[in-house]
């Protein structure tokens, strides 16, 4: 990651957890359904986020997924977005999301079930898509 230029900031939070995801994978067909339990990233606050906003204007990606509360997702693309960053939002895990995320996201990069629930519109075939 270093190598790459990226940058991270780490709160110890001795109280929680890592957080982790269990995927199951149908052999089949390749479905897959994904249990995520967030642990520490939970507890990420619009004030934490706040407090790292040098790192993240200075970033030249800013990444961000739903894992921890939206409230800190939205305050960080807020950030990012008013300091020129190009913005990444992975919709993950699915999630209702506020209309004014959408104008901070340069990209959203939602798998096929997150597409669904943020459009409404069911793709089961490649053609659909």
């Not at 800013?62 to 960080?76: C, D, W």
Request: aromatic residues 6%.
């Amino acid at each position: 990651w270093k190598g790459a230029g990226v940058k991270s900031a780490v709160i110890d939070t001795p109280d929680s957890y890592t957080g982790a995801a269990y995927i199951f994978v149908e052999e089949g067909s390749g479905n897959n359904a994904i249990i995520v339990s967030p642990g520490a990233a939970m507890l990420i606050s619009p004030a934490d986020i706040e407090a790292h906003a040098g790192l993240i204007r200075s970033a030249g990606v800013f990444v961000t997924q739903l894992e921890q509360p939206i409230e800190a997702a939205l305050k960080a693309l807020e950030i990012a977005r008013g300091a020129g960053v190009t913005t990444i939002l992975n919709p993950a895990p699915a999630a209702t999301l506020p209309d004014s995320i959408y104008a901070l996201c340069d990209y959203v990069t939602p798998n096929e079930s997150e597409a669904e629930g943020l459009t409404g519109i069911t793709v089961s075939s490649i053609d659909e898509a």
